[in-house]
């Protein structure tokens, strides 16, 4: 059963417009969400990360924005360059009885921004 | 500062047979996870240990095993590999655990089994 949902495997985005990556989540308790992105080749590369307590965090061109009500976060990408071409994972956490964490992973989505 | 290692970068292995996979973490880094990547299964989370213990476990086989020296540098045996366990294997390390710190991944070993 996947916790965590990224529904669009893909995306195609024009260069200097705005990217918005879902990501959809079924446990209600978790508290720590975080985006990473990956190129081929390497490996997932920290890029932003949201605790539950807000519901936005900014930096730079990158943006998530989190409804816990829907169990819903967004990341937004403003402008889109054709260097953020890369799939770009989901992840989420919860302390669980031993007070440690384990992040959950969405399977990820692939982005291309056209020049 | 130096980034996750992994070594080797690819292997090719045969059915059967196990292998060992190594991980050198970010310096001051204590916690090493280990993820298998597969297409259409996403990051799927093998084990973490923190301070040369496992302190956490995903849900594979005993056949997926692993350890951390004082160094905190890691290794991931498999033994009598399958060919389903062919998969990207990344490493990741963090200050203190997936606590809300930022996980930093290695380039990972592509294991091919045949």
């Known amino acids: 059963d996947q916790q965590v949902k990224q529904n669009s495997p893909s995306l195609s985005v024009q260069e200097g417009r705005i990217s918005i990556l879902n990501c959809d989540y079924t446990?209600?308790?978790?508290?720590?969400f975080l985006w990473y992105k990956k190129y081929p080749a390497e490996g997932p590369t920290f890029l932003i990360s949201?605790?539950?307590i807000k519901d936005k965090n900014e930096d730079g061109r990158f943006t998530v924005f989190l409804n816990k009500s829907a169990k819903h976060l967004s990341l937004h990408i403003v402008p889109s360059q054709p260097g953020d071409s890369a799939v770009y994972f989901c992840?989420?956490?919860?302390?669980?009885?031993?007070?440690?964490?384990?992040?959950?992973w969405g399977l990820g989505t692939s982005l291309a921004v056209n020049p | 500062k130096a980034g996750v290692t992994q070594t080797p970068r690819y292997l090719i292995k045969t059915r059967g047979q196990q292998v060992t996979l190594s991980c050198s973490p970010i310096s001051g880094h204590r916690s090493v996870s280990w993820y298998q990547q597969t297409p259409g299964q996403g990051l799927q989370f093998l084990f973490e240990y923190f301070s040369e213990t496992q302190r956490n476990k995903g849900n594979f086989p005993g056949r997926f095993s692993g350890r951390q020296f004082s160094n905190s540098r890691s290794e991931m045996n498999v033994s009598t590999l399958e060919l389903g366990d062919s998969a990207l294997y990344l490493c990741a390390s963090s200050l203190i655990g997936a606590n809300n710190s930022p996980l930093h991944f290695g380039n990972g070993t592509r294991l091919t089994v045949t």
């Open positions: 949201i605790s539950s």
């Open positions: 446990n209600s308790m978790f508290d720590y």
């Open positions: 992840a989420a956490s919860a302390k669980n009885a031993g007070n440690n964490r384990k992040l959950i």
